[in-house]
C-alpha cells in the first residue's frame, strides 16, 4: 500500500547548520506531497507542499522539492535558528483515490542548539 | 489561528469519568478528523467525517464515540478510558477536494489517571 518514509530522529544541529530531513514515499498514483510542523505542545502546521513532479514548495525558508524519478520529498534549509526547532512531518495525499485521507510518515524531531 | 479551534486543551480524567472533546472548525470545510499521537508513535487516524457522515472507523475501541451534529461541529466522547488512552488528541478539517491540505487544531491533552 501507500506509505511515507521518514528519516529516524531526533536530528541534533548547531544554529546556522544546513539542514536535510529526509522523505520518501511509495505511492500507486501521483500523491500531492506535504511538510507539516509540530511545534512543542501545539498542532500540526502545513510548512509547505507539492502537487505534481519537479515542484518546489517553499516557506519561512524551507524547501522541498517533489521528485518522481527518486520518490522523494526532502525538507531542506540553509541555515536553521533555535525556534526551528519542532517536529516535522512528511505527508501525501492522493486525494479521492485515498478517501481524501493523509498518509503520514512518523515524523522527525529537530532539535537546533545556539 | 489556523480555524480549527478544540477544547479544552487539557483533560484530567479518571477512569470512570464520561468527557467530552470538541473541535469546531470555521473554515467551510466539508471533512473533519480524528488523530491520535502518542509518545514516540506515528500518528493514528480514528475517524472520518465526510458531510457528517462517518467513512472511517479505524479498529478504534467502543469507549471513544464520535459525533458529528453537522459539518462545522466533531465531537469525541469519551467513556471508562484507560491509562494507555492518554494521549494527544487532534482534530483537522479539509475541503474534500483533490488533495486538498488538512489543517489542524491545537489539540486536547488527555491525561486518564
Known amino acids: 500500500g501507500d506509505s511515507v518514509t521518514q528519516m529516524e530522529g531526533p536530528v541534533t544541529l548547531s544554529e546556522e547548520a544546513f539542514l536535510t530531513i529526509n522523505c520518501t514515499y511509495t505511492?500507486?498514483?501521483?500523491?500531492?506531497l506535504f511538510w507539516y510542523v509540530q511545534y512543542p505542545g501545539e498542532g500540526l502546521q502545513l510548512l509547505l507542499k507539492a502537487t505534481k513532479a519537479d515542484d518546489k514548495g517553499s516557506n519561512k525558508g524551507f524547501e522541498a522539492t517533489y521528485r518522481k524519478e527518486t520518490t522523494s520529498f526532502h525538507l531542506e534549509k540553509g541555515s536553521v535558528q533555535v525556534s526551528d526547532s519542532a517536529v516535522y512531518f512528511c505527508a501525501q495525499s492522493a486525494g479521492l483515490d485515498s478517501n481524501y485521507q493523509l498518509i503520514w510518515g512518523a515524523g522527525t524531531k529537530l532539535i537546533i542548539k545556539p | 489561528e489556523t480555524g480549527v479551534t478544540q477544547t479544552p486543551r487539557h483533560l484530567v480524567m479518571g477512569m470512570t469519568n464520561k468527557k467530552s472533546l470538541k473541535c469546531e472548525q470555521h473554515?467551510?470545510?466539508?471533512?473533519m478528523y480524528w488523530y491520535k499521537q502518542s509518545a514516540k508513535k506515528p500518528l493514528e487516524l480514528m475517524f472520518v467525517?465526510?458531510?457528517?457522515?462517518?467513512?472511517e472507523n479505524n479498529s478504534v475501541p467502543s469507549r471513544f464515540s464520535p459525533e458529528c451534529p453537522n459539518s462545522s461541529h466533531l465531537f469525541l466522547h469519551l467513556h471508562t478510558l484507560q491509562p494507555e488512552d492518554s494521549a494527544l488528541y487532534l482534530c483537522?478539517?479539509?475541503?474534500?477536494?483533490?488533495?486538498?491540505?488538512?489543517?489542524f487544531g491545537q489539540g486536547t491533552r488527555l491525561t486518564v489517571v
Open positions: 467525517y465526510n458531510f457528517k457522515e462517518q467513512t
Open positions: 483537522a478539517s479539509s475541503h474534500l477536494l483533490d488533495r486538498a491540505e488538512a489543517f
Open positions: 505511492a500507486t498514483g501521483y500523491p500531492s
Open positions: 473554515l467551510g470545510h466539508n471533512a
